[in-house]
Nanobody
Framework: VQLQASGGGLVQVGGSLRLSCAAS????????MGWFRQAPGKEREFVAAIRWSGGISDYADSVKGRFTVSRDNANDTVYLQMNSVKPDDTGVYYCAADRSYSGRSVGAYNDWGQGTLVTVSS
């Protein structure tokens, strides 16, 4: 699966942003999808994941209650709605796909997009 993340930008503390990840190539509908982020000087970390069916999702504790992951299989797109953003949410956000894995491990996902930068200003 080829992935293209978009929607990043500059947002103020407390604001909202919606990231999109468009998929192409092999079938998307049965791929589990994950969102990860990497802040400057830090390792890439898990943000959210959603199963291929869309019925099960998972969130890092740091974003639970503020971010929502969803997917539109008809349009081969997964979204990350970011609300009440904080300065610690700043980083490059990546989407990832895997047909068998749906967890939090960075190294377990097979396909990755190029990333989109989110900057939260205070």
């Amino acid at each position: 699966v080829q992935l293209q993340a978009s929607g990043g930008g500059l947002v103020q503390v407390g604001g909202s942003l919606r990231l999109s990840c468009a998929a192409s190539g092999r079938t998307f509908y049965n791929a589990n999808m994950g969102w990860f982020r990497q802040a400057p000087g830090k390792e890439r970390e898990f943000v959210a994941a959603i199963r291929w069916s869309g019925g099960i999702s998972d969130y890092a504790d740091s974003v639970k209650g503020r971010f929502t992951v969803s997917r539109d299989n008809a349009n081969d797109t997964v979204y990350l709605q970011m609300n009440s953003v904080k300065p610690d949410d700043t980083g490059v956000y990546y989407c990832a796909a895997d047909r068998s894995y749906s967890g939090r491990s960075v190294g377990a996902y097979n396909d990755w997009g190029q990333g989109t930068l989110v900057t939260v200003s205070s």
